[in-house]
């Protein structure tokens, strides 16, 4: 069974773009998390979408969105970029809403200049 | 807003050592997940524990949840150089689907 796919794995952007990040998840899996890892705050939950629908949400401003397709992937928007979203972005599927392990991609290496 | 504090943050020991990593919080949680994470790869994991008290074992590695349901322990039995890595604290909350929170991670060297 193929695991979590991140596209793309590196990522270069200028303050003021906006990135979008990809996520597949393994085959029957219906909940995607998203995460961010930085070496300071370490990992960040930014929201879980579970049949198309955003259930929890991180402590993260608004330029940061998702959305989830009816084939449960995933995709995450960062508007107006800032020196300090430079980040690895990870992707976590799970089979159900709780309870579930989670199994996470490689991560998406965002560096913002 | 739950936190878990975990402990040491960096080890560096010799080969056939023993360690413990501990993760705490105030807060109570659901469940605790233990994560090892290696250079340019996701998170893997490792063992979820569930019931306050419950031990687990996974080959020489121990996790161990409080009774409370706020705290874990990972021991590690005579380490070996491919234990090297970043090793997650993760809690769950009741209700909150899989929204976990890490612990800051504890990064894990063993020499040959």
């Known amino acids: 069974k193929a695991g979590v796919t991140q596209t793309p794995r590196y990522l270069i952007k200028t303050r003021g773009q906006q990135v979008t990040l990809s996520c597949s998840p393994i085959?029957?899996?219906?909940?995607v998390s998203w995460y961010q890892q930085t070496p300071g705050q370490g990992l960040q939950f930014l929201f879980e979408?579970?049949?198309?629908?955003?259930?929890n949400k991180g402590n993260f401003p608004g330029r940061f969105s998702g959305r989830q397709f009816s084939n449960s992937r995933s995709e995450m928007n960062v508007s107006t970029l800032e020196l300090g979203d430079s980040a690895l972005y990870l992707c976590?599927?799970?089979?159900?809403?709780?309870?579930?392990?989670?199994?996470f991609g490689n991560g998406t290496r965002l560096t913002v200049t | 807003t739950q936190l878990l504090e975990q402990s040491p943050q960096f080890l560096s020991i010799q080969e056939g050592e023993n360690l413990t990593v501990y993760c705490n919080s105030s807060s109570v949680f659901s469940s605790l997940q233990w994560y090892r994470q290696e250079p340019g790869e996701g998170p893997v994991l490792l063992v979820t524990v569930v019931t306050g008290g419950e031990v687990k074992k996974l080959k020489r590695l121990t996790f161990q949840f409080g009774d409370a349901r706020k705290d874990s322990s990972l021991h590690i039995t005579a380490a070996q150089p491919g234990d090297t890595g970043l090793y997650l604290c993760?809690?769950?909350?009741?209700?909150?689907?899989?929204?976990?929170?890490f612990g800051g991670g504890t990064r894990l060297m063993v020499k040959p």
């Open positions: 993760a809690g769950a909350a009741l209700s909150a689907g899989n929204m976990l929170t």
């Open positions: 085959s029957g899996h219906r909940s």
């Open positions: 979408y579970f049949s198309e629908t955003q259930r």
């Open positions: 976590a599927s799970s089979l159900r809403y709780g309870n579930s392990p989670l199994h």
